[in-house]
């Protein structure tokens, strides 16, 4: 029988128990997440009968880039530095949804925003050298967040990630966020 | 608790029975599935153990325009007919994979080969008088497929569909096909 078994969904969920302290969780925009004292990671699309520890289930996968020009690639592949090093002992999840206006926009009006007019990918650029980080997509599954970001960093460099997510939250791009949870996390 | 309970995917399974009946299913490039009678479509990720009946099972889910600029978008919406038209009684479900390589590519050398070079769009566009039309996403969820388009039209239009298929498989675009089954279906 031909049908894959893993589905490629991770998810992230609050817990009483789990590898990451849940450090504090400040609701930017819209409605809060009941609050966890632990977060957990599963390569796997867990469903709450499966976890009936868990306070709130957020799930969603890796892709391909689907804004980054190849000059930005490029750059990107040169300075990125990999998940799981050793010092980057604080990490952030910062789920985000997006309006529907803005998901009704064409693949160049919706990079216009994300690059041309906010500067994301420029802007961010020079933060590569202390966080490092990973999009994964969540609207496509019908979650109530479209992005899940996660990043690590050395607890010195928060105030660098402080910083980055300032700038990002001044941007044209940020008009069209309608959630936003800023999750922070220690192992 | 929060969590969502329905994942947005959709399955496509290959069975004894069901609403379409296969009429043929021919492998274009690389591996071909498992024969089967009938075509059954779900709306949620089924899984094997689920489905003893199932040949073979695709998923995917739709999203967003990931390629189409505002003018096409337009002219898109303007002309694109609704799936489940009385008359389209014909549909092909038509599995396709594309290379590591292409899936390497940054976001706007994807978009070139897409349209710039292959004119994906503008070549499709006169043929949306007669095929309805729905893509659905795979390679996020680990699929062996990336794409699994679904088309819906008249029988008397066949030989329209056929010519569409035949412009496509010339283009820049196929080069980069890895895998490709066209399953024609009867209801």
Avoid at 6 to 21: C, D, H, L, V
Avoid at 130 to 140: M, T
């Amino acid at each position: 029988m031909e049908s894959t078994t893993n589905t490629g969904i991770i998810s992230f969920f609050g817990a009483e128990q789990g590898p990451w302290k849940i450090a504090s969780m400040q609701t930017l925009i819209g409605a809060p997440l009941p609050e966890a004292n632990c977060l957990n990671i599963q390569q796997s699309a867990i469903t709450p009968d499966q976890n009936s520890d868990a306070k709130w289930i957020l799930r969603g996968f890796i892709s391909n880039l689907r804004y980054t020009h190849r000059s930005e690639k490029t750059m990107l592949d040169a300075h990125s530095k990999p998940l799981g090093r050793a010092a980057y002992h604080a990490a952030a999840l910062i789920p985000i949804q997006k309006s529907k206006e803005c998901w009704n926009l064409a693949q160049d009006e919706r990079r216009r925003i994300f690059e041309e007019d906010s500067k994301h990918i420029q802007q961010s650029a020079e933060y590569l050298q202390y966080i490092s980080r990973q999009l994964h997509h969540s609207r496509d599954l019908g979650e109530a967040f479209d992005f899940l970001t996660w990043f690590e960093f050395a607890p010195e460099h928060t105030e660098k990630f402080d910083a980055l997510c300032a700038i990002l939250r001044k941007t044209e791009e940020w008009q069209y966020v309608t959630r936003e949870i800023d999750i922070r996390l220690l192992k």
